[in-house]
């Protein structure tokens, strides 16, 4: 078994969980072997009070596009956080083969808006 996870924060950058992994560009939380949206959570999220507009963790995935549906429904670009202080975080709970349940924090990004 070759152990090659990478995770990307910010930046595109492979970082080998040992010494000696094989290099690999699957992404750990985002791409077709990536987690659940229900195994997401954040330090808070913010609410901006019209119940279609998605700003969760869910959208924290990396190259997330914004898309307005044109009915009221908006989801964001990039999780947004419902506090602006230094304490926010995205917390992505897996199972990673050989190494069980484990949990990663992702911190979050300050991108624009586009429609």
Known sequence: MTF????YIRHIAH??????????HEY????????PDSHLTASSSWNSGLPQDNNG?????????????G???????????????????IQVS???????????YKIGNDGTLSK
Do not use: K, M
């Not at 090659?4 to 995770?7: D, G, R, V």
């Not at 963790?57 to 549906?69: E, G, I, K, N, V």
């Not at 009915?71 to 975080?89: S, V």
């Not at 897996?94 to 990663?104: K, N, S, W």
């Open 71 to 89: 009915n009221g429904t908006f989801y964001r670009g990039a999780w947004t956080a419902g506090q602006n202080d230094q304490n926010q975080y």
């Open 28 to 35: 750990l939380v985002s791409g077709p072997h990536g987690v």
């Open 94 to 104: 897996a199972r990673i083969e050989g190494f069980g349940q484990t949990t990663f």
């Open 4 to 7: 090659c996870w990478a995770l």
């Open 15 to 24: 970082l080998p969980i040992f010494p000696g992994a094989q290099a690999c």
């Open 57 to 69: 963790p869910d959208r924290s995935r990396l190259f997330t596009q914004a898309y307005d549906y």
